[in-house]
């Protein structure tokens, strides 16, 4: 056990995977010094800048770059610095990653992983908080991560690498300093589901940085004597129906809450997910349908807090 | 024979064989195509997707890929049929692929535009623009790492010139000094729009030098012509070199897809081009070298009687199974698929 946070985390996950595996390759902006993140700390000293690649600024071929060294045996790790920025390189994700496999009739696999961090980023404004999550859940072929723990960063990560599939990877700008313990060589099976926090009353689904801000709000629900079940989805595609039905079908009331958009969210299909499978009550919440504004008091209009859970939960169980 | 007209017989053979390729193809597909609005039969077309045929750019393929080993990785476009076959795809297989059949080489699941055979390096003909050459670089990128001989041949169209991986693409393969060989096959239209008022400056080559691409502008429409220019850039990227330019300059003699008459075209235009048709212009070559009629026309037949075959194939292979529809996607969470 070794207590690191959720950058070395994903920094460690990837050092034993670049040396386990000669054809693990990582490449994009500013990678040598580190990452923007210290996500890549020390890589390039260790395993040279043929293999943690410092690029040209042009993600639109950083991504399809990454999409032509998998088909021609490597195994990439791309980074696109933030959510917003991926968004140059969208044909190369959704249209040549996503599709290559099926539309080629399964000559080739394309196995990546994108990394791409998301969410609010103190006074970071509209094009650098953006969380996209649901954009890349709706695409066939992808598989969508969001880790809330250094834990499952480093056990996510070690998996996505290992998947031989297309992985969008979204870690939160706000979680790089939170601090936990990593077992080494430990694995998080993508699609599974954390358990969080045991309750019967409401079942409270979330992800990324809204993890806590949910533990947080259940804490103050228990004093109140509700007891939430908190599930940290973890994987976003495939999602964990079977926790997430079950609980939802035990407690009769379902949260979803997410730091993304409310309106077409992800959190809306697992709603109605739900709403199919148990017949629950629902409630959702993520951010109004505004961009994120630079200003603090704009800014939080945007954000999911822990009052807010508590009362959208109180409003769920009274209607 | 002399060697050179050995050669060229060989380049003369590839380009008869897409040629027929090419007008079987056409005929399969009409009455395919509905949304083009000129369908005029009801009966189901038996290629029924969009057909971008590459008839008349026939000598680039053929010149460019002659000089590639069957382990050189390519990159094609939407009009990718002629660079398929030339690195060596089975042909039977590539019909049954565009008649949507489960023997053709994606098993019915790309159809013409996404026409692919890995296993003679071929990594896909593509649906989108300029697309092919972030892959074409990530793949030179890949050899590279791996200390690998083969090399990698992009392939893109006039129009790719003007979208911005076209850029990203050359700039990348000339910071990391990549084995690649750009080909713009200039077909002088961007689908249904002349390219030339479309572009700022003098166009491809001008560009790539600009970027510090060496290369050479050459007749697409001469095989030999193409060949031998080929033979040099490619000599020069597999010593070592980094990336090299082949603009080779030609002209599309159908449409933007099959069913597409393209009467937006000047026919005069038109009828000055088909005097420079690569296939013409090859025999002309071949009686030259001493060849004899019979010997081309031998060619033809042959060519004519292997796509025969291959469309009688074709229409007789099994279609998918639905469930195929499930297959070859993704490995986590197959099986969740709402």
Known sequence: ?319 | MHESATRLLALYRTMARIRAFENAAEIASQGGVAAWGLSTTTKPALVRGPLHLSTGQEAVAVGVCANLTRDDLLTSTHRGHGHTLAKGANVNRMMAELFGRATGTNKGKGGSMHIADFSVGMLGANGVVAAGMPIAVGAAHALKIRKRPEIVACFFGDGAVNRGPFLEALNWAVVYHLPVLFVCEDNRISATTPTGPMTGGAGASVRADSMGVPGAKVDGNDVEAVDAMAARLIAEVRGGGGPRFLHAVTYRFKGHVSVDPAAYRDQAEVVAALAFDPLLIARGALVRHGVALQAIEAVDHEAKTEIDAAMTQAEAAPWPEPAAAYTDIQNTGAGQWR
């Not at chain 1, 040396?19 to 010094?33: C, F, I, K, S």
């Not at chain 1, 650098?128 to 809330?148: D, K, T, Y």
């Not at chain 1, 990877?169 to 706000?174: D, I, R, S, T, V």
């Open chain 1, 1 to 319: 056990m070794a207590l690191m946070n959720y950058s070395q985390a994903a920094a460690a996950a990837l050092s034993e995977a670049m040396t386990a595996d000669a054809t693990v390759v990582a490449l994009g902006e500013d990678l040598g010094r580190g990452g923007i993140f210290a996500q890549y700390r020390g890589l390039q000293q260790q395993f040279g800048a043929d293999r943690v690649i410092d690029t040209p600024i042009s993600e639109a071929t950083i991504m399809g770059a990454a999409v032509g060294m998998a088909l021609a045996g490597l195994r990439p790790v791309v980074e696109m610095r933030v959510v917003d920025f991926a968004l140059c390189a969208m044909d190369e994700l959704v249209n040549q990653a996503a599709k290559n496999r099926f539309m080629f009739g399964g000559q080739g696999r394309v196995p990546l992983v994108v990394r791409m961090p998301i969410g609010l980023w103190t006074a970071s404004a509209a094009q650098h908080s953006q969380s996209l999550e649901a954009w890349f859940a709706h695409i066939p072929g992808l598989v969508v991560v969001a880790p809330a723990a250094p834990d499952d960063n480093y056990g996510l990560l070690a998996s996505a690498l290992e998947s031989g599939d297309p992985v969008v990877y979204m870690e939160h700008k706000e979680l790089w300093g939170v601090e936990g313990d990593v077992v080494p060589g430990s694995r998080v099976a993508l699609g599974v589901a954390r358990r969080l926090r045991d309750g019967g009353d409401v079942t409270i689904v979330t992800w990324s940085k809204a993890v806590p801000t949910c533990v947080a709000a259940a804490t103050a629900l228990s004093t109140a004597g509700i007891e939430a079940d908190v599930i940290d989805l973890r994987t976003l595609w495939p999602w964990d129906r079977e926790m997430v039905l079950a609980s939802a079908a035990r407690t009769g009331h379902l949260l979803v809450v997410h730091e993304a958009v409310q309106v077409g969210g992800f959190g809306a299909e697992i709603a109605a997910a739900a709403a199919e499978a148990t017949g629950c009550r629902i409630r959702r919440l993520g951010a109004p349908r505004i961009p994120s504004g630079y200003s603090k008091p704009l800014e939080d209009e945007s954000r999911v807090t822990a009052d807010a859970i508590v009362g959208a939960v109180t409003t769920l169980l009274q209607r």
